[in-house]
């Protein structure tokens, strides 16, 4: 897969100037030069090779070739709500969560929360998405909400699927191709029993993924993964 760089402006084939931290990427950190092919995406579900024309100290100037639409991307939507692990597990979270094929990271406060999300950090965790996007060839990018109560995400989320994680042994099979599909993980000490009642009052099911208790990142990419493989 040819180096991928993002941009939040249109693209479309023909001369593109590339800006901003990107643009320094490339030019100084990677140095790239003139006539070097590389592959552009701004999150539309595109993707446009593209080659380098120019390399200045703040731009670069290039050359869209085309728009490519490879097919990468879940066929329905995939929403993880999530309390918040420590330190840079979040990091690994959203990263895994990009892989997996997720669509939408929201990050949640339960009850027994340890980590309280914060909403200056969301252009932190947009730009972790961004880089796994490039990692990943993904050419959607997953969206990241500002933090929510955990009643606030169980009520307004509308997925035909909806799940709430809890130990035990409550399983069901993973949504079809055709159904979008939502998660609710809790914290470390797990949702408490009000929570899980609010949960199936409003129509979500608990699910649990066996005995073992799972950290946080690891529940909500196994689940996020269980959901892709059902396609």
Known sequence: MADRFYTDGPLSPGEFVLEG?????????????????????????????????????????????????????VPFPIVVGSALPKADRLDFLLEKLVEVGATRFVPLVTERSVVRPKAEKLDGWRRAVVEASKQCGRNVVME???????????????????????????????????????????????????????????????????PRVLRIETAAVVAASWAAAGQ
């Open 21 to 73: 931290a990107e643009a320094h990427h490339m030019g100084t950190v990677r140095r790239f030069e003139t006539g070097d092919r590389v592959v552009l995406f701004n999150g539309d579900g595109g993707e446009y090779p593209s080659d380098v024309i120019s390399i200045g100290k703040k731009q670069v100037v290039l050359q869209v070739l085309e728009r490519e639409e490879p097919m990468r991307e």
């Open 144 to 210: 990241v909400d500002k933090p929510m109560s955990l009643a606030e995400f169980l009520g307004s989320e509308r997925s035909a699927r909806r799940f709430i994680l809890h130990t035990g042994d409550r399983r069901e099979r993973p949504a079809t191709a055709s159904e979008g599909i939502a998660f609710a993980v809790g914290p470390e000490g797990g949702f408490t029993e009000r929570e899980i009642g609010e949960a199936t009052a409003k129509g979500w099911t608990e699910l649990s993924f066996g």
